[in-house]
């Protein structure tokens, strides 16, 4: 089994979690690919370099962490096991305390994955020409940037239409990130 290891270094816990995570892989015969950076500082388990060979992703950090990790996924369909590290946590399941038997429980297989919608989502000029493309397990937001000005946004789904707005700026979220912006709006 190998397990992809992603971390916000600007945690504390970061290099004892990473050591904790070494020596439990050792013992259950897994082998960890950490981030290149994670690597680098830490010299444990090998680098990453092709998310496609991963079983599995474990994060170490907070939510925007493990939105990165489900970035560098691609889409692919491998579970995610989040550790928070900071305060708030979400989508994180393990605080950093209960690692060590969360991993086992996780290499053994021992867990129930929850599916996430994710938004594979277009932003197009006036001609119609793609200018960007996003997979985004939380949300796209467009906007106008550092303009003063109202835009003319179409928004289809599928390639139909569903509705068009004068605005500076639109959010599509996922179940996932509407929870995030209810949360934040005092919901």
Same mark, same amino acid.
């Given at each position: 089994?190998?397990?992809?290891?992603?971390?916000?270094?600007?945690?504390?816990?970061?290099?004892?979690?990473? &050591?904790?995570?070494?020596?439990?892989?050792?013992?259950?015969?897994? @082998?960890?690919?950490?981030?290149?950076?994670?690597?680098?500082?830490?010299?444990?388990?090998?680098? $990453?370099?092709?998310?496609?060979?991963?079983?599995?992703?474990?994060?170490?950090?907070?939510?925007?962490?493990?939105?990165?990790? @489900?970035?560098?996924?691609?889409?692919?369909?491998?579970?995610?096991?989040?550790?928070?590290?900071?305060?708030?946590?979400?989508?994180?399941?393990?605080?950093?305390?209960?690692?060590?038997?969360? !991993? &086992?429980?996780?290499? &053994?297989?021992?867990?129930?994955?929850?599916?996430? $919608?994710?938004?594979? @989502?277009?932003?197009?000029?006036?001609?119609?020409?793609?200018?960007r493309r996003w997979l985004a397990l939380n949300d796209v937001v467009l906007h106008?940037?550092? !303009?003063? &000005?109202?835009?003319?946004?179409?928004?289809?789904?599928?390639?139909?239409?569903?509705? @068009?707005?004068?605005?500076?700026?639109?959010?599509?979220?996922?179940?996932?990130?509407?929870?995030?912006?209810?949360?934040?709006?005092?919901g």
């Open positions: 089994m190998r397990i992809g290891v992603v971390g916000h270094r600007g945690y504390g816990a970061i290099p004892g979690v990473l &050591r904790t995570l070494s020596d439990l892989a050792a013992e259950l015969g897994v @082998a960890l690919d950490l981030e290149p950076e994670l690597h680098e500082e830490t010299g444990l388990g090998a680098p $990453m370099h092709d998310v496609g060979s991963l079983d599995a992703l474990l994060t170490l950090g907070g939510d925007g962490t493990l939105l990165r990790g @489900a970035r560098l996924l691609d889409g692919q369909q491998v579970p995610i096991l989040g550790v928070n590290l900071g305060r708030l946590g979400f989508l994180t399941t393990l605080s950093a305390d209960e690692v060590e038997d969360g !991993f &086992r429980r996780f290499v &053994r297989g021992d867990f129930r994955a929850e599916a996430r $919608m994710a938004l594979d @989502a277009a932003a197009f000029d006036a001609s119609g020409a793609e200018r106008k940037g550092g !303009f003063a &000005r109202v835009m003319r946004l179409s928004v289809a789904v599928n390639g139909e239409t569903i509705a @068009a707005y004068a605005a500076d700026g639109i959010i599509l979220a996922t179940p996932t990130g509407s929870t995030a912006y209810s949360l934040s709006a005092g």
